[in-house]
T-cell receptor, first 114, second 110 residues
Framework: DGGITQSPKYLFRKEGQNVTLSCEQN?????MYWYRQDPGQGLRLIYY???????QKGDIAEGYSVSREKKESFPLTVTSAQKNPTAFYLC?????????????FGPGTRLTVL | GENVEQHPSTLSVQEGDSAVIKCTYS??????FPWYKQELGKRPQLIID?????GEKKDQRIAVTLNKTAKHFSLHITETQPEDSAVYFC?????????FGQGTELSVKP
């Protein structure tokens, strides 16, 4: 659906563990994004990448890391430095255009810290 | 600064009534304004968007209006149905990314 996938759908983590969330797209989009969504809240940008091997911090990058080694893939690592990681994580991709374009969202990963 | 304000945060209407959600943005250079619908537990999906070269765009029961002078844009849903119940987000571009509003939870009561 939309050519962008995320895995796993649900993820449970113990405190102090790093976990990596997968995001893959086959839409040939240059730009990819990671958002965090808390219950009843909007979409907060964690990191984004406009081109392979380059990425920028969003509004809430602390405690997260990303890589962009391939155009199709933009994995997000939630590190132990993230104090409150329980949330719904959404990945998105778009054709890069500084004037703005539709972002296509993946189905999301729901992360729970035990 | 980068700011998109969305109102109201919650909206309850009777089936068949109209619903209007409004957003304001701060960057006068913005020229692309999408609206996303997110059902509970699902991904946001684009329902309509507008570029600044037009003032209004309509798609069946959904329309978006844009006032560039006042820097605001609105989503209009007519003849609402229970399946319109969801959270709606507006957005505006800034430096290749989208700045999202805080969302409006629309409830359509049968």
């Amino acid at each position: 659906d939309g050519g962008i996938t995320q895995s796993p759908k649900y993820l449970f983590r113990k405190e102090g563990q790093n976990v990596t969330l997968s995001c893959e797209q086959n839409l040939n989009h240059d730009a990819m994004y990671w958002y965090r969504q808390d219950p009843g809240q909007g979409l907060r940008l964690i990191y984004y990448s406009q081109i392979v091997n380059d990425f920028q911090k969003g509004d809430i990058a602390e405690g997260y890391s990303v890589s962009r080694e391939k155009k199709e893939s933009f994995p997000l690592t939630v590190t132990s430095a993230q104090k409150n990681p329980t949330a719904f994580y959404l990945c998105a991709s778009s054709i890069f255009n500084s004037r703005g374009n539709e972002q296509f969202f993946g189905p999301g990963t729901r992360l729970t810290v035990l | 600064g980068e700011n998109v304000e969305q109102h109201p945060s919650t909206l309850s209407v009777q089936e068949g009534d109209s619903a209007v959600i409004k957003c304001t943005y701060s960057d006068s250079a913005s020229n692309y304004f999408p609206w996303y619908k997110q059902e509970l537990g699902k991904r946001p999906q684009l329902i309509i968007d507008i570029r600044s070269n037009v003032g209004e765009k309509k798609d069946q029961r959904i329309a978006v209006t844009l006032n560039k002078t006042a820097k605001h844009f609105s989503l209009h849903i007519t003849e609402t149905q229970p399946e319109d119940s969801a959270v709606y987000f507006c957005a505006a571009p800034k430096g290749g990314k989208l700045i999202f509003g805080q969302g409006t939870e629309l409830s359509v009561k049968p």
